[in-house]
């Protein structure tokens, strides 16, 4: 899934306010609100739903800059946000030397890591960490999915989807997965105090929207792999559409979030 549209963040939303930790999340706003001049930078920031986690859990007088490459995400956040005093800048992370970050207290991101690669992640650490920002990183895909209704090919599936996961979201070969604990382990080599806490999106009955759109995109990125036949393939989906909604049947994809400090 690498065309973020706002229809499909809007979809996801309230499946990753329920999903985020709560605690990582308080304790990263608590922290911000103990320093002086407080400033958050939320890198791929899409329409702002980072923001709108935080919102109520800080004061009107912490300074935002939401920063985003996609103008139509970006132009959108700031229809929604725009009179709270939000700096809105249109930037490619690939180009770590023009990411604001020099006097920023904390960087939020969600849905953002697994997208970069090994080396973006290496090199971003290390940006941050001569800032001397913290980091709030939300809802990292970690490769677990899980349906409380099994089918047989559910195991190869995954697999496939996940090797998918691991091919070029535009920051080179993506770490998919695996990034959430290169990052854990990229800030604790370059001295973070680095907390982690599963943030599972649990899909039950009133997602049944978010889990069509989200088996469109797994069947879409395993057909891409070419390792599973186009009709198993086809049955698959079929199966899992139709137990959405079935009594018990619950979709569990696994996610973690990093909260860091120095
Ligand atoms: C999965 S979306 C998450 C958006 C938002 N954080 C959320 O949780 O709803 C990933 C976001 O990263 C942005 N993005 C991807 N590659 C980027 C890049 N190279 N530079 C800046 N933003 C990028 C996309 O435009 C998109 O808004």
Known sequence: MTGFDKDWLALREPADRR?????????????????????ILDIGC?????????EKKLGATIRWSLFDHDETLLAEAEQRHGSQGITFIRGDLNDLSVLPVDGVSLVTASALFDLCSPAFIDRFVRRLKEAGAGLYAALNYDGVIAWTVSH????????AF?????????????????????????????????????????????????????????????????????????????????????????????????????
């Open 19 to 39: 999903a985020r930790d709560t605690r990582l999340l308080q304790t990263a706003a608590d922290l911000i609100e103990r320093q002086a001049d407080p400033h």
């Open 46 to 54: 899409g329409t702002g739903s980072t923001y709108r986690a935080f």
């Open 152 to 159: 047989p090919l559910d195991e190869v599936v995954t697999t």
């Open 162 to 262: 996940n090797e998918h996961q691991k091919t070029d979201k535009g920051f080179g070969v993506s770490a998919g997965p695996d990034a959430w604990t290169l990052l854990s382990n990229d800030l604790q080599a370059q001295g973070y105090q680095v907390t982690t806490a599963p943030s599972p999106w649990l899909m039950d009955v009133p997602d049944a929207a978010l889990q069509h759109l989200f088996l469109q995109g797994v069947v879409e990125a395993v057909a891409d792999r070419g390792t599973i036949a186009k009709s198993e393939l086809q049955a698959w989906h079929q199966f899992r559409l139709h137990a959405i909604g079935g009594a018990g049947s619950l979709c569990r994809v696994g996610h973690q979030d990093v909260l860091a400090f120095l």
